[in-house]
């Protein structure tokens, strides 16, 4: 199974930028398809983006379209999330998943059969 650690959360203001990065480990990196979520306390997990094996494709959720960049680094097993123009909203603990079922939409978390710890983003002046 990949082993994934996220890192690159913390506290900005509105506005501000942050860039998530998640690394993979505990076996040989197959470039599967990766994607982000987002839980706040109380809320189901949401979906913000997903990138395919080779990096070429892909889609966002549409509260974070035009502000968020998911992309990957297979020779590094990195997969990162440039975010930018921040919002409260944003506010969540942000979590790194490896796709596993294909016969799922992209966006659902039960289509993830690895995740991360999380890493926390909040967004407050």
């Known amino acids: 199974q990949v082993q994934l650690v996220e890192s690159g959360g913390g506290l900005v203001q509105p506005g501000g930028s942050l860039r998530l990065s998640c690394g993979a480990s505990?076996?040989?990196?197959?470039?599967?398809?990766m994607g982000w979520f987002r839980q706040t306390p109380g809320n189901k997990r949401e979906f913000v983006a997903v990138?395919?094996?080779?990096?070429?494709?892909?889609y966002y959720a549409d509260s974070v379209k035009g502000r968020f960049t998911i992309s990957r680094d297979n020779t590094q097993n990195k997969v990162d999330m440039q975010m930018n123009s921040l919002k409260p909203k944003d506010t969540a603990v942000y979590y790194c998943?490896?796709?596993?079922?294909?016969?799922?939409?992209?966006?659902?978390?039960?289509?993830?059969?690895?995740w991360g710890q999380g890493t926390q983003v909040t967004i407050s002046s």
């Open positions: 505990g076996g040989t990196f197959s470039s599967p398809p």
């Open positions: 998943a490896v796709r596993t079922n294909n016969n799922l939409r992209w966006d659902k978390p039960e289509a993830c059969g690895s």
């Open positions: 990138i395919s094996y080779n990096g070429e494709v892909t």
